[in-house]
């Protein structure tokens, strides 16, 4: 199973930014995918997360109205649109997929993931 992280760069403050993440040797709609990220110095957290099918999905506080998470079972891949960006959602990225067969998804923790792509770095300046 490979998780392959794209999209990341350098931004201004409210730019805009879309992260990829490719999934293979994955039985990509039996999964649950998230995005996670992790700044320096601290813990890795949750950004978002998609059901199966698309219809549900979460968001952690401090992105909710600016982040939207979708996927793309056709061609196995999570997108991350990050809009309005601020200097403290610099961080690196990570997807993750988490086998577990439910329809409406909540805001797990790393631990709940079973596979992690490479990361890609956002770094949003003022």
């Known amino acids: 199973v490979q998780l392959q992280a794209s999209g990341g760069g350098p931004v201004q403050a409210g730019g805009s930014l879309r992260l990829s993440c490719a999934a293979y040797e994955l039985t990509f709609n039996s999964y649950v995918m998230g995005w996670f990220r992790q700044a320096p110095g601290k813990e890795r957290e949750f950004v978002a997360a998609i059901s199966w099918g698309g219809g549900s999905t979460v968001y952690a506080d401090s992105v909710k109205g600016r982040f939207t998470i979708s996927r793309d079972n056709a061609k196995n891949t999570v997108f991350l649109q990050m809009n309005s960006l601020k200097p403290e959602d610099t961080a690196v990225y990570y997807c993750?997929?988490?086998?577990?067969?439910?329809?409406?998804?909540?805001?797990?923790?790393?631990?709940?993931?079973?596979?992690w792509g490479q990361g890609t770095q956002v770094t949003v300046s003022s």
């Open positions: 993750a997929a988490d086998r577990f067969p439910v329809d409406t998804v909540v805001a797990s923790p790393p631990s709940a993931y079973d596979y």
